[in-house]
Antibody
């Protein structure tokens, strides 16, 4: 059974940093690209970032480019999102999702990031 | 990286069919058969319903179907049921900035 469990969310002040983690199980982790997708309270889904299975290729939404860094540790079946220079508009539930044909076939339950002074 | 355009809401009665549209551009929906659709119930994670325009993952009801014409993709739900009431999102591959979602559509079953 595929499981994705996010952690690391919390409350942070504007300009601060946070590192999200996603622990994956139930599939061969390094065979699949992985996404981070976020959802602001009461809003729709917004794609954030994508990393290839070997970690060699990364992609970002314009809204986070230069501030967020996606990475993975295939030896630990883990995905990460380093978020720097956080803004109030980054407040959202952040989902980790297993890539499938540029979509995502499995999603975690999300970790909440609140950026507020 | 503009979001794909979906109607804010659609509604239908039990047993009816509804269609949700997803309009993109020649840089995303129009150029690739890599459109997916997600169902999201309140407080829950999204669930993949359709991938590669018209393919259904194992376990998804055949009442859900997808299609594409030009820059517009569509999700059709036939034999509408109360449990289909949810938010629906389309998503497309978009080349160099590879993934874009639609704004979402709230489906109400009357």
């Amino acid at each position: 059974e595929v499981q994705l469990v996010e952690s690391g969310g919390g409350v942070v002040q504007p300009g601060g940093s946070l590192r999200l983690s996603c622990a994956a199980s139930g599939f061969t982790f390094d065979d699949y690209a992985m996404h981070w997708v976020r959802q602001a309270p009461g809003k729709g889904l917004e794609w954030v970032s994508l990393i290839s299975g070997d970690g060699g290729s990364t992609y970002y939404a314009d809204s986070v480019k230069g501030r967020f860094t996606i990475s993975r540790d295939n030896s630990k079946n883990s995905l990460y999102l380093q978020m720097n220079s956080l803004r109030t508009e980054d407040t959202a539930l952040y989902y980790c999702a297993k890539g499938y044909s540029y979509g995502a076939d499995y999603w975690g339950q999300g970790t909440l990031v609140t950026v507020s002074s | 990286q503009s979001a794909l355009t979906q109607p804010a809401s659609v509604s239908g009665s039990p047993g009816q069919s509804i269609t949700i549209s997803c309009t993109g551009t020649s840089s995303d929906v129009g150029s690739y058969n890599l459109v997916s659709w997600y169902q999201q119930h309140p407080g829950k994670a999204p669930k993949l319903m359709i991938y590669e325009v018209s393919k259904r993952p194992s376990g998804v009801s055949n009442r859900f179907s997808g299609s594409k014409s030009g820059n517009t993709a569509s999700l059709t739900i036939s034999g509408l049921q109360a449990e289909d009431e949810a938010d629906y999102y389309c998503c497309s591959y978009a080349g160099s900035s590879p993934v874009v979602f639609g704004g979402g559509t709230k489906l109400t079953v009357l």
